[in-house]
């Protein structure tokens, strides 16, 4: 009797224990998230959740809304920060004082802002004065909407188009120094001025822009809808606009696309303040391809044509704005273009293999994937500064070779693959303009943490911030460093 007594006791005991062991699994492994969902732990907080995970479009509450706090941003944007958490991981840094004839320089207390040096408006260009007048109002609105006290800090804000010294700036090269001269150097992007007003005549603020291209993308919304944009590449600049790293990049645009179908590429004819061959931002969206040159450093209407369900297509990019690091880039030299766009064949995604030869790339499963038919191989200051390529179905932005010899095979391919093409130009859209990135939301919350950042690794000590003179915000704004 005993001994049946023990035997259904152990067989209640080994029931309960695999119980739980089941319950133990459902809970903390069926239920966790993948690495490719939510990232790494150990990344920085603004990259454990992927930016890329399905979700739906966010609601027009949340792009609005002026004062999540600093968990909300991160969980409402991930990856927003990126640019502020690899300048934080590079440490400390003294802020000089540069004087009255350097950028400008600032400090933050008790959640205000008190201008301590300014070049004279006298001294700078229109456009300067309103890029300088719209940063700082930017930083104003972050601050004043912020739920929760910001630190004390003295920042330097560098509103020219080229960044130099330690500042706030509009970008970055995309390839940093691995050491630079000065042990003090910092870059912290900021978001571009035309998040304020932009007096462009065809561009004006991310704000309108957005709301026209939202309006006009809507007539290509629904199945089959896309392919009733304009089957051609569109492309206005000032072909004498290009930067050192590509002195003719827009030149041999203008000549890879002269005479072409596919092609809609025009210099901009100036009369005064307009040019009379202008388009209005948005209606770069009404074609399927829309083709993007950089300027002395970055380009300001990026960050425009990234609203369109188009596909961008570019040489690689030199200059790195505040979120210009969530493109997911597609190599024209992954493609098989030899035959006229008619193959499918592209590499898989992952990073370059530096061990192989330049015509072979490690995919993300492993192993090589097959070389591919193409006129130009990345170089290796190309495949440092973007160091993952990604695969047709998971890029949102395709990368032509520097001098644009292959554009146009790469268009016939996209022309040949519309779904593929399509499922570029959605992804672009569905990420910055869905996800949030481009909102006043977004803007509101970088700021937040570019402020939170910069103040956390400043030194100020010892640079004689303690005796200089101020003036409050709204007091400078009234002349403007007149």
């Known amino acids: 009797m005993l001994k049946a007594r023990q035997r259904r006791q152990i067989r209640q005991l080994t029931l309960l224990l695999g119980s739980c062991l089941a319950l133990f699994c ?5 239920r966790t998230p993948s690495d490719d969902d939510y990232g790494d732990i150990n990344r920085p907080p603004s990259m454990r959740i992927s930016p890329y995970a399905p979700r739906p479009a966010l609601p027009s509450e949340a792009l609005e809304n002026l004062s999540l706090g600093e968990g909300e941003c991160e969980a409402t944007f991930p990856g927003l920060t990126k640019e502020i958490d690899d300048a934080v991981a590079q440490g400390p840094f003294k802020v000089k004082q540069t004087g009255d004839l350097g950028p400008l320089q600032g400090r933050i207390k008790d959640g205000k802002i008190y201008i301590i040096h300014a070049q004279r408006k006298a001294d700078l260009s229109k456009e300067m004065v309103n890029s300088r007048s719209a940063a700082l109002h930017q930083l104003h609105r972050a601050l004043v909407t912020s739920p929760t006290p910001l630190p004390d800090t003295v920042f330097t804000l560098n509103f020219q ?4 010294g330690t500042a706030w700036t509009y970008s970055r090269p995309a390839l940093l120094p691995h050491a630079p001269t000065d042990p003090n150097s910092r870059t912290f992007l900021m978001p571009h001025f035309s998040f304020w007003a932009w007096k462009l005549p065809f561009v004006g603020s991310m704000g309108r822009g957005a709301k026209a291209i939202t309006a006009l993308e809507r007539e290509y919304e629904g199945a089959g809808r896309w392919n009733h944009k304009i089957p051609k590449a569109i492309w206005r600049g000032t072909t004498w606009f290009n930067s050192i790293h590509s002195p003719r990049l827009r030149q041999h645009l203008v000549a890879a696309a002269k005479g072409q179908a596919w092609a809609d590429v025009q210099p901009l004819q100036w009369k005064g303040d307009n040019a009379s061959n202008a388009l209005p931002i948005e209606e770069f969206c009404r074609y399927k391809y829309v083709l993007h040159t950089e300027g002395v450093s970055y380009s300001g209407r990026f960050q425009f044509v990234q609203m369109c369900a188009s596909v961008v297509i570019t040489p690689p990019m030199h200059w790195m704005q505040h979120t210009t690091h969530l493109v997911r880039p597609l190599f024209s030299s992954s493609l098989d273009l030899s035959t006229s766009g008619r193959s499918k064949k592209a590499k898989g995604s992952g990073r370059w293999d530096a061990r192989k030869s ?3 790339a490690k995919t993300a499963r ?10 130009w191989e990345p170089s290796e200051r190309i495949r440092k500064a973007w160091p993952v390529q990604y695969s047709p179905e998971e890029a949102n932005i395709v990368f032509v070779a520097p001098d644009w010899s292959d554009l146009g095979d790469t268009i016939a391919w996209l022309e040949a693959n519309p779904r593929i093409a399509e499922g570029i130009g959605r992804r672009q859209r569905d ?3 869905g996800g949030g990135y ?3 939301a977004a803007e509101a919350c970088y700021w937040r943490a570019l402020v939170r950042g910069w103040a956390k690794m400043a030194r100020i000590d010892g640079e004689g911030w303690e005796d200089t003179e101020d003036t409050s915000f709204e007091a400078f704004t009234l002349t403007n460093g007149d």
């Open 358 to 360: 330049k015509s072979h």
């Open 438 to 440: 481009f909102s006043q």
């Open 26 to 30: 459902l809970v903390f492994v069926w």
């Open 366 to 375: 492993g192993g090589p994937a097959a070389p591919a038919a193409s006129s």
């Open 431 to 433: 990420l910055f303009v």
């Open 161 to 164: 188009d080229q960044p130099f």
